[in-house]
């Protein structure tokens, strides 16, 4: 009931496209569903975060789609870059305070 | 930069020893959060501290051990250390209250035991 599974495990993308990954949950308790990007060496940075109410949120170049009823979310990222190439997390968490659960990653190339 | 602080960066030790992570939140976050990763792997969830007291535990060993002061820094002991505990530790913290949500992390250290 904890997991958050995420696919693909790895995603090419030439300069210019759209880079698409999803992940699905399972507990109905989690409220809040953020995105992480993290670059080799580096700690996770906050991208992107969204709450159930809404189905989608928009930052730049970076969506978040939300499908409540499927438990199911998605991270968009338009007009990809060299620079977006870095590992992506979703993750959930229920009450404020409590942990983040994540997914397993996806290794993300854009190629110029 | 996160305002998240951990040291050190990198440690490299002998099978057996014992060593401590440490990691100062960003100032006022009363939560702590440590996490392990270890190659090619995902943020598997340790342990999380809330002032001072142990919130909630996840796949941490016997063999590791944390704790958060008064002064609301924490410290992660890893002992009778093994080959497979060599990864990388991020310590998270976070705020509390709707406008508080946010973890953030720091850049982590990077355990090599040989």
């Known amino acids: 009931q904890q997991q958050v599974k995420q696919s693909p495990q790895s995603l090419i993308v030439q300069k210019g496209g759209i880079s698409i990954i999803n992940c699905a949950y399972e507990?109905?308790?989690?409220?809040?569903f953020p995105w992480y990007q993290q670059f080799p060496g580096k700690g996770p940075a906050l991208l992107i975060a969204?709450?159930?109410?809404?189905s989608e949120k928009k930052e730049g170049r970076f969506t978040i789609s939300f499908n409540k009823s499927a438990k199911q979310f998605s991270l968009h990222i338009m007009d990809s870059q060299p620079g977006d190439s870095a590992t992506y997390f979703c993750?959930?968490?229920?009450?404020?305070?409590?942990?983040?659960?994540f997914g397993e990653g996806t290794q993300l190339t854009v190629n110029p | 930069d996160s305002g998240v602080t951990q040291t050190p960066k990198h440690l490299i030790t002998a099978t057996g020893q014992r060593v401590t992570l440490r990691c100062s939140p960003r100032?006022?976050?009363?939560?702590v959060y440590w996490y392990q990763q270890s190659l090619d792997q995902g943020l598997q969830f340790l342990i999380q501290?809330?002032?001072?007291?142990?919130?909630a535990k996840g796949n941490i060993l016997e063999r590791f051990s944390a704790q958060q002061f008064p002064d609301l820094h924490s410290e992660l002991n890893l002992s009778s250390l093994e080959l497979g505990d060599s990864a990388l530790y991020f310590c998270?913290?976070?705020?509390?209250?709707?406008?508080?949500?946010?973890?953030?992390f720091g850049q982590g250290t990077r355990l090599t035991v040989v």
């Open positions: 993750a959930a968490r229920g009450t404020s305070g409590s942990r983040l659960t």
């Open positions: 998270a913290s976070s705020g509390v209250g709707a406008l508080n949500t946010e973890a953030f």
């Open positions: 969204i709450r159930p109410d809404v």
């Open positions: 501290y809330y002032n001072g007291e142990e919130r």
């Open positions: 100032s006022g976050d009363l939560s």
């Open positions: 507990n109905t308790a989690f409220d809040y």
